[in-house]
């Protein structure tokens, strides 16, 4: 079983507060080149992993997805989706993915926000995934940037002439990774980029395209602090298709 520390209270308590959650997808920098990716929703049969509060969920709703079916390991995300959601085309499940069951050949699009890496079994949640589309079904998912994930304390350092610099430790040794976020010991799970694009290639995807995200000049005129992450991905974005 996945862990479960969006239901840490102290954990909860200081995601609630970050602004991709205050604000919904407005405080998210890489929604824009997200929504880039998505094939066209009308009449589309969703389904999406980690769903959090529900903003991508309800969002493909108002713009033509037929039906969306939400699933989550948390208890308190469930709760505050069911609560923020009056759709009832839209339904939220509690669902581990690492022992995740989906329908076969249901789905015209599976999309996931920043969850993928807290699942070990990689291989397999993506076998689900590929059984669950139907022939022609797009999935398309974030995940943080193994960049930004592999450092064994990950924090903003100083080099000789004073930049800020990202530590990269053991990048090549996959496996866990703990952190020290809003609580500690927080359970992630590494992967090279070549072990997560190599996996949907052998599962049966054609990759349709791999965003590295970084702010535009306009984000970072309108957020200034949003410059750093020029100085090293922290997010992959990955679209791909089931032929």
Known sequence: MAQNIYDNSDFFEG???????????????????????LPDLVGRRVADLGCGF??????????????????????????????????????????????????QATFDLIFSALTFHYVEDFGRLIGTIHAALVQGGDLVFTIEHPIFMAAAHPHWTQDED???????NGYSIEGERRTDWFAKGVLKYHRTLGTTINT??????????IEEFAPTSE?????????????????????????
């Open 54 to 103: 529900g903003w991508a969920s309800r969002w493909m709703r108002e713009h033509g997805a037929a039906s969306v079916a939400g699933f989550d390991l948390s208890q308190n995300m469930i709760n505050r989706a069911r609560a923020d959601t009056h759709d009832a085309a839209i339904e939220f499940h509690i669902a581990d993915l690492e022992s995740l069951a989906l329908p």
């Open 200 to 209: 949907l290639i052998e599962a049966g995807f054609d990759i349709g395209r």
């Open 15 to 37: 995601y609630s507060q970050l602004p991709r959650q205050v604000n919904g997808l407005d405080g998210a920098p890489e929604w824009p080149a997200i929504r880039a990716m």
């Open 219 to 243: 984000q970072i005129r309108q957020t200034p602090a949003l410059a750093e992450e020029l100085e090293r991905p922290m997010m992959v974005l990955v679209s791909a298709h089931k032929p």
């Open 162 to 168: 004073g930049r800020k610099t990202w530590p990269v």
